[in-house]
């Protein structure tokens, strides 16, 4: 895979890949999204954040109580949710739906564009993991927070008006198409293939 850690000339052409998804598309592919497995997935992308704008993508990870997703700036990007601008807990690590991430973003290359950590074939609608459900990634544990994820101007950047209107709208929203919050519960590891599994 292209180098996307640090500005290289491929990771700047997928960022100004302009080519997106028609609302009429995205609705078309919903079918399949809403196809997920519902009790365990399997990871798809691991995507460290190292800086602002940056992708790493990796084979494996750490995932950890305090630091959230080892390599990623979570920690140190803190939140404009927290009074004091500290990293907001219920957001230590974020999981986008596969399927939603391949109708939205087409190929995998653009994925992580969607700028969340995990990507896993899974059912992450609010009926099927509402807040306070306990997954397993990997080794790590992880709790479903009542913390909204939602699209914002980057993402209709990358993906386009009506991908933005589409992860934000009602039944968008209700199927996370846009990606999950959630806060580390137990620390541990996760690798490309390694389930996510619903306790």
Same mark, same amino acid.
């Given at each position: 895979?292209?180098?996307?850690?640090?500005?290289?000339?491929? $990771?700047?052409?997928?960022?100004?890949?302009?080519?997106?998804?028609?609302?009429?598309?995205?609705?078309? +592919?919903?079918?399949?999204?809403?196809?997920?497995?519902?009790?365990? +997935?399997?990871?798809?992308?691991?995507?460290?954040?190292p800086a602002q704008g940056k992708r790493k993508i990796v084979?494996?990870?750490?995932?950890?109580?305090?630091?959230?997703?080892? +390599?990623?700036? $979570?920690?140190?990007?803190?939140?404009?949710?927290?009074?004091?601008?500290?990293?907001?807990?219920?957001?230590?690590?974020?999981l986008m739906n596969?399927?939603?991430?391949?109708?939205v973003a087409g190929t995998r290359d653009r994925w992580a564009l969607a700028g969340d950590q995990i990507y896993t074939d899974l059912d992450l609608s609010e009926d099927n993991l509402p807040p306070g459900t306990q997954l397993k990634v990997g080794t790590a544990t992880i709790e479903v927070s009542d913390q909204p994820h939602t699209g914002c101007v980057k993402f209709k950047t990358h993906f386009g008006d009506d991908a933005l209107k589409f992860v934000n709208s009602e039944t968008g929203r209700s199927l996370r198409l846009r990606g999950m919050n959630a806060r580390v519960i137990e620390s541990g590891k996760v690798s490309l293939g390694d389930k996510v599994e619903k306790l």
């Open positions: 895979m292209p180098d996307r850690s640090a500005g290289s000339a491929a $990771w700047n052409a997928i960022l100004t890949d302009v080519d997106h998804m028609t609302l009429n598309s995205l609705e078309t +592919g919903l079918a399949h999204v809403s196809e997920s497995p519902t009790h365990a +997935g399997e990871v798809h992308l691991i995507v460290q954040r084979d494996n990870a750490e995932i950890d109580e305090t630091q959230g997703l080892i +390599g990623d700036n $979570w920690r140190s990007r803190g939140s404009r949710r927290s009074p004091d601008g500290s990293a907001n807990p219920n957001a230590q690590i974020t596969s399927r939603a991430a391949a109708l």
